[in-house]
Nanobody, 121 residues
Framework: QVQLVESGGGLVQAGGSLRLSCAASGSLFSVNRMDWYRQALGKQRELVASITSGGSTNYADSVKGRFTISRDNGKNTVDLQMNDLKPEDTAVYYC???????????????WGQGTQVTVSS
């Protein structure tokens, strides 16, 4: 069994920074692409940033230049450094990972439980 656990959310004023972390735990698995999604109240869940196992990254236009996604393949963690936060960034942020289990070999997608980020003006 594989689990994803996010941490680092909180309340911050506009212009501030937060760093979110997500840790994948379990046995006999490898992590492929890892993503951060967010869902604001009353809105659709959207992809914020993604990173492949090789380190290639993609960002939503709304966060380019402000957010940075990174991963540690040895620790099976992915972080999202969020700078110059805006009230529009307020949302629940979810970690997502594409995972292959080894015994038996299977592909699966996992979601974290979400962490709240609130940016005040």
């Amino acid at each position: 069994q594989v689990q994803l656990v996010e941490s680092g959310g909180g309340l911050v004023q506009a212009g501030g920074s937060l760093r979110l972390s997500c840790a994948a735990s379990g046995s006999l698995f490898s992590v492929n692409r890892m993503d951060w999604y967010r869902q604001a109240l009353g809105k659709q869940r959207e992809l914020v940033a993604s990173i492949t196992s090789g380190g290639s990254t993609n960002y939503a236009d709304s966060v380019k230049g402000r957010f940075t996604i990174s991963r540690d393949n040895g620790k099976n963690t992915v972080d999202l450094q969020m700078n110059d936060l805006k009230p529009e960034d307020t949302a629940v942020y979810y970690c997502h990972a594409g995972i292959v289990t080894l015994l038996p070999p299977r592909n699966a997608e996992y979601w974290g439980q979400g962490t709240q980020v609130t940016v005040s003006s």
